[in-house]
Structure formats: structure tokens, C-alpha cells
């Protein structure tokens, strides 16, 4: 991926606390204007990648470079192309919606004119118009969430890492941030996102790292890791026994559904695969009733190469 496309590209990096290694060697490239999702269990590094990335905390070993800008040796560079919206607010509840809008765009150096542009465009943005002079102290889980992002925004970054987003926020609040992190990305915006919500990162994420004791152990799109780990499979059902028969006698490795007049066959999520499939049933003039596709979730990919309970929080460090 040329330095043009490249948003953020990490090569072999590193970072021990002491004797304690929390990243050891990894290697990341994000296309620009692409969300790109960090996923990792309690202690894999998330957060500390973040940190590195964002110039919050230097590494051990390797090389990065954000927004075409090396993290160690331009770092002011670095922060003057980037947002970061962490797990917890940066909002002032003793300020208005608006009152810390105008402090972020007083920050940036924006001029009063351009200033208050910047700020009325972000209330309109983020639906936050009508509690714009209201205390922050005042606003819900979701539209505090939503001032915080629009506070990362003044400084129209090209890259934003969201670390984290949407924790605590109900399942609407949450919807409401997916959405917005779309319309940013549609406008040019590169996402770098950890979240311990792998529904959140199965729908928002163009490609996705697992992390795991420091290491990146498996890198794709969803579909990409999904088809990875085994329990994939086509359910066939039929409205006559005979037509059950005749699939089981054609298609050879399959398990029957009970009573029910159901297939299962081992599928791996491939177009290629399914083909196959059909043209058999159609050689053996199989009429089937109806046919579905299942494919393992994320929260079977996470369990497969982590090791993790599949309810156990995914947090960060």
C-alpha cells in the first residue's frame, strides 16, 4: 500500500513496561478513509497502540506513521492531523454544549469567525442544536458522547481514534454513533476504532486485527476471519422425505436436523463452495424447499484465537 492510500502503517512495534512486553512487533496498514478495528482482549495492547499512534506515549522498538507523519520524529505533525476520543469523556460538565465547542475551536487557533462557524456546523451535525446552552452535566450517556466526538471534530482531523466509543451507551445511542462514524468515513475521515462490541465492529469495520498477547494474530475483512473457523454450514430443508433422501445420497457428508426434513452441510461461506452445492442438487434433480447459509460470528472468531469466553468483556488496557 503506497505512503498515498496509507492512512496509518506501523512496522514491528514494540512496547514493554519494564520486564512486562504489551506489544510485541506488530505490524499495521490502514487505507485511508476506511475504518479499521483493533480487537483484543483485556490487557492485549488496544489501548497502547492507541497511545503510540497517537503520540500519547513513545515505543519501544519499530516504526509508525500517521497521516503520512512519523509518530517519534514529528509527532506535533502527527497530532495536528488526528482526533482521539478515548473510553472516557473529555466533556467539561461545567460548560454548555456549545461553551465547549468554542473552547476546543479557540484551541485550534480557528479565529472567532471561523470559530463559531465550525462549532454552529458540529451542533447541527450532531443533533445537539436544541441543548447547545444547556449545561453538559445535563446531557444523557448518548449525547455526551456525541459532544465528545464533535469536540474531536473542530480540528477536521484525517484520522480520529475512537477508543472505545461507544461503551455504556444504550443499543439506540449506540446505533446513533454508527451511523455517524459512517457519514464520517463517506467523507474522506479514516477511522482507527477499538470497542469491546463485536457486533459494533462486525458493522462498521472495513478490516479488522485480532490482538492477542501483544501479537496480531489474525488480519481481514469480517467475512475473511468468519470463514477461518469451522461450524460453517448450509441448511437445506425439503417438503418431502424422499427429496431428504435423495440430497443425503448426493451430497454425502451431511447431518440431519432431528425429525425436521432439514440438512445441515459443512460450508466454508465461499460463493465457489455454494455453487458446487447447487449444481449437485441440480445434477441429482433434488427439489429443495428452501436453503440458508450460516457462517460463524465474531464472537466465534474472537473465541477461536484468543481463547476467551465468548461473554467475557473484551476491554482494553
Same mark, same amino acid.
Given at each position: 500500500?503506497?505512503?498515498?492510500?496509507?492512512?496509518?502503517?506501523?512496522?514491528?512495534l514494540r512496547k514493554s513496561f519494564g520486564d512486562?512486553?504489551?506489544?510485541?512487533?506488530?505490524?499495521?496498514?490502514?487505507?485511508?478513509?476506511?475504518?479499521?478495528?483493533?480487537? %483484543?482482549?483485556?490487557?492485549?495492547?488496544?489501548?497502547?497502540?492507541?497511545?503510540?499512534?497517537?503520540?500519547?506515549? %513513545?515505543?519501544?522498538?519499530?516504526?509508525?506513521?500517521?497521516?503520512?507523519?512519523?509518530? =517519534?520524529?514529528?509527532?506535533?505533525?502527527?497530532?495536528?492531523?488526528? %482526533?482521539?476520543?478515548?473510553?472516557?469523556?473529555?466533556?467539561?460538565?461545567?460548560?454548555?454544549?456549545? #461553551?465547549?465547542?468554542?473552547?476546543?475551536? +479557540?484551541? /485550534?487557533?480557528?479565529?472567532?469567525?471561523?470559530?463559531?462557524?465550525?462549532?454552529?456546523?458540529? !451542533?447541527?451535525?450532531?443533533?445537539?442544536? #436544541?441543548?447547545?446552552?444547556?449545561?453538559?452535566?445535563?446531557?444523557?450517556?448518548?449525547?455526551?458522547?456525541?459532544?465528545? !466526538?464533535?469536540?474531536?471534530?473542530?480540528?477536521?482531523?484525517?484520522?480520529?481514534?475512537?477508543?472505545?466509543?461507544?461503551?455504556?451507551?444504550?443499543?439506540?445511542?449506540?446505533?446513533?454513533?454508527?451511523?455517524?462514524?459512517? +457519514?464520517?468515513? =463517506?467523507?474522506?475521515?479514516?477511522?482507527?476504532?477499538?470497542?469491546?462490541?463485536?457486533?459494533?465492529?462486525? #458493522?462498521?469495520?472495513?478490516?479488522?486485527?485480532?490482538?492477542? /498477547?501483544?501479537?496480531?494474530?489474525?488480519?481481514?475483512?469480517?467475512?475473511?476471519?468468519?470463514?477461518?473457523?469451522?461450524?460453517?454450514?448450509?441448511?437445506?430443508?425439503?417438503?418431502?422425505?424422499? +427429496?431428504?433422501?435423495?440430497?443425503?445420497?448426493? !451430497?454425502?457428508?451431511?447431518?440431519? +436436523? %432431528?425429525?425436521?426434513?432439514?440438512?445441515?452441510?459443512?460450508?466454508?461461506?465461499?460463493?465457489?463452495?455454494?455453487?458446487a452445492l447447487i449444481d449437485r442438487l441440480d445434477?441429482? =434433480?433434488?427439489?429443495?424447499?428452501? !436453503?440458508?447459509?450460516?457462517?460463524?460470528?465474531?464472537?466465534?472468531?474472537?473465541?477461536?484465537?484468543?481463547?476467551?469466553?465468548?461473554?467475557?468483556?473484551? =476491554?482494553?488496557?
Amino acid at each position: 500500500m503506497s505512503s498515498t492510500q496509507s492512512a496509518i502503517t506501523a512496522t514491528g512495534l514494540r512496547k514493554s513496561f519494564g520486564d512486562h512486553v504489551v506489544l510485541d512487533g506488530i505490524d499495521l496498514h490502514v487505507r485511508r478513509g476506511t475504518v479499521f478495528s483493533l480487537l %483484543g482482549a483485556n490487557g492485549a495492547g488496544k489501548t497502547t497502540t492507541v497511545k503510540i499512534l497517537s503520540t500519547l506515549i %513513545g515505543a519501544t522498538g519499530g516504526t509508525a506513521t500517521v497521516a503520512g507523519h512519523d509518530v =517519534a520524529a514529528d509527532p506535533d505533525a502527527v497530532r495536528a492531523a488526528i %482526533g482521539v476520543t478515548g473510553q472516557f469523556s473529555a466533556v467539561d460538565n461545567l460548560l454548555t454544549g456549545q #461553551e465547549n465547542l468554542i473552547l476546543m475551536a +479557540d484551541l /485550534h487557533h480557528l479565529g472567532r469567525a471561523a470559530g463559531r462557524r465550525r462549532v454552529a456546523e458540529l !451542533l447541527d451535525q450532531f443533533d445537539l442544536v #436544541e441543548a447547545a446552552k444547556k449545561p453538559a452535566s445535563t446531557y444523557s450517556g448518548g449525547m455526551r458522547r456525541r459532544l465528545d !466526538l464533535a469536540m474531536t471534530l473542530v480540528g477536521s482531523p484525517q484520522v480520529i481514534f475512537l477508543d472505545e466509543p461507544t461503551t455504556g451507551l444504550d443499543p439506540r445511542s449506540r446505533r446513533g454513533m454508527w451511523q455517524i462514524v459512517r +457519514d464520517l468515513v =463517506a467523507g474522506g475521515v479514516t477511522i482507527f476504532l477499538t470497542t469491546q462490541y463485536l457486533e459494533e465492529a462486525d #458493522e462498521l469495520a472495513d478490516r479488522i486485527a485480532v490482538l492477542e /498477547h501483544g501479537k496480531i494474530v489474525a488480519e481481514g475483512t469480517a467475512d475473511e476471519l468468519k470463514r477461518r473457523i469451522p461450524g460453517g454450514h448450509v441448511l437445506l430443508r425439503f417438503a418431502e422425505v424422499r +427429496d431428504l433422501e435423495s440430497a443425503a445420497r448426493a !451430497l454425502g457428508q451431511v447431518s440431519r +436436523d %432431528g425429525d425436521a426434513l432439514d440438512l445441515r452441510v459443512p460450508h466454508d461461506g465461499s460463493l465457489r463452495s455454494l455453487k458446487a452445492l447447487i449444481d449437485r442438487l441440480d445434477g441429482a =434433480a433434488v427439489e429443495v424447499d428452501s !436453503l440458508s447459509v450460516h457462517t460463524p460470528d465474531l464472537d466465534d472468531v474472537f473465541l477461536a484465537l484468543t481463547g476467551n469466553p465468548k461473554n467475557e468483556k473484551v =476491554a482494553s488496557r
